[in-house]
């Protein structure tokens, strides 16, 4: 089984910053990566897949990178929408695996 | 527009069974892989179990492996999970979810709502 690693568990940033998550996977998983948002009460919502490809209707401000072991989804500038828990997954293998998740909260 | 709807959660006694239903609407139902993914409260994200569209592969988590099934009924557009001999560890939300294209392992575009299983006497 891939083990997905999120870090850090919560960030606390202020709207307008540029925020870094990162996931890391124990194998290799290529880029078959996607990236979730979740706000509370709601269900997962796709963000990103193949590592770096925006979901429709997924602002730019959201960029995926990475293959391979080690990836990023970067928000390049934090708006109050944007505050929730974001979940890496890895599709390489069976079983789906996703990461712990990382909260993003207002500092 | 895709959507999926869960139904059939409910509270229910350790070893007690359940089936859970999602309907779907707004896209050709049998050219989609399907998966169930559950939450444990205040928890992650748990991969549970897929069917490829036309149901003839599925796949399961070894968690709920032997006390799970997953199954669809795509001429009524619904797909079904079929739980037994459940435990206070199966509490959660069970979330339906529909993958871009027919064969699996992949990621899901669309989500329901989810709907809540809890177990405890």
């Known amino acids: 089984e891939k083990v997905m690693t999120q870090f850090p568990a919560t960030l606390s940033v202020s709207p307008g910053e540029r925020v870094t998550l990162s996931c890391r996977a124990s194998?290799?998983?290529?880029?078959?990566l996607a990236w979730y948002q979740q706000k509370p009460g709601q269900a997962p919502r796709l963000l990103i897949y193949s590592a770096s490809t925006r979901a429709t209707g997924v602002p730019a401000t959201f960029i995926g990178s990475g293959s391979g072991t080690e990836f990023t989804l970067t928000i390049s500038s934090l708006q109050s929408e944007d505050f929730a828990v974001y979940y890496c997954?890895?599709?390489?293998?069976?079983?789906?695996?996703f990461g712990g998740g990382t909260k993003v909260e207002i500092k | 527009e895709v959507h999926l709807l869960e139904s059939g959660g409910d509270l229910v006694q350790p070893g007690g069974s359940l089936r859970l239903s999602c309907a779907a609407s707004?896209?050709?139902?049998?050219?989609?892989?399907m998966n169930w993914v559950r939450q444990a409260p205040g928890k992650g994200l748990e991969w549970v179990s897929t069917?490829?569209?036309?149901?003839?592969?599925?796949y399961l988590s070894d968690s709920v492996k032997g006390r799970f099934t997953i199954s669809r009924d795509n001429s009524k557009n619904t797909l079904y999970l079929e739980m037994n001999s459940l435990r206070a560890e199966d509490t959660a939300i069970y979330y339906c979810?529909?993958?871009?294209?027919?064969?699996?392992?992949?990621?899901?575009?669309?989500w329901g709502p989810g709907t809540l299983v809890t177990v405890s006497s």
């Open positions: 194998q290799n998983v290529n880029s078959n």
């Open positions: 979810a529909k993958d871009p294209r027919e064969s699996s392992p992949y990621y899901s575009d669309h």
């Open positions: 069917t490829t569209g036309p149901g003839s592969t599925t």
């Open positions: 707004g896209f050709t139902f049998s050219s989609y892989a």
């Open positions: 997954q890895q599709y390489n293998n069976w079983p789906l695996t």
